[in-house]
């Protein structure tokens, strides 16, 4: 089977909640480092025969129009990661239909085509918010990435269904691709993004990865700009959350270039192209 590569396009200032992080006001005036880093994550996945989906948050979109037009050009697909980075859950049901419609229109804007995808910021659909996914078709969205069906930080949703599965509301229906979790000794974990695929060795990644495979499920890899970034400037948010945010930077490149080697990668919407009959 055929897995899924995901890239989150955000800046290394753009992590979830903390009150020593700057808020938007001030994002215009701090140095940018997403062109660069971006750029070279893309650089690695050409370079691999790799093609994936890109989910841009709109503010960076918005700035950085040519980060969105060089990955439609080389064929990545191009999603919404929402416009400000803020938890689903801290907003209001029309507050968080607005924020969605800015960022699809923005990319859509940019690249003069339809986008179909999102993901919410950290995951952050949960039992708080039962309004988002018609909030999500009311704006013209088809699939969704935002469920990760584990205990986290800001998200967390636990459901059943693991695989890609329609999801059907008042207000029509919607395809969800849940992160792909697996259990260790009776829990959920997950090992294939962000700060799970800095912290973990190879070889447990390579394992668990086989492990989801052989239930009938893809990989939902999932990548920040910044997590290939060890001299991004880094805040003070106490020891747990600066461990999570910063550990092992150095090493996922390295890790990426041998997931790639060792299994295959594709972006959603071709996913669904060679898969679409598994999808319930």
Known sequence: MHNILSIDVEDYFHLMEHPLLPGPSEWDNLPSRVQSNFTKLLDLFIEKGVKGTCFFLGWVAERFPNLVKTAADSGFGIASHGYYHRPVYKQVPDEFGEDVSRAKKVCEDITGKEVYGYRAPAFSITERTPWAMEKLIEAGYRYDSSIFPA???????????????????????????????????????????????????????????????????????????????????????????????????????????????????????????????VVT
């Open 151 to 277: 205990s986290r930080d800001f998200g967390g949703l636990i459901i059943d269904k693991l695989k890609p599965h329609i999801i059907k509301t008042a207000r029509g229906s919607i395809l969800e691709f849940p992160i792909s979790i697996t259990n260790v000794l009776g829990k959920r974990f997950y090992f294939f993004g962000g700060g799970y695929f800095r912290l973990f060795p190879y070889w447990m990644i390579k394992m668990m990865a086989q492990k989801v495979i052989a239930q009938g499920r893809p990989i939902i890899l999932y990548i920040h700009p910044r997590d290939i970034d060890s001299g991004q400037p880094r805040y003070r948010l106490g020891l747990v959350r600066n461990f999570k945010s910063y550990v092992n930077l150095g090493s996922t490149e390295d890790k990426l270039r041998r997931f790639m080697d060792d299994f295959k990668f594709t972006s959603y919407d071709k996913w669904l192209k060679m898969y679409k009959s």
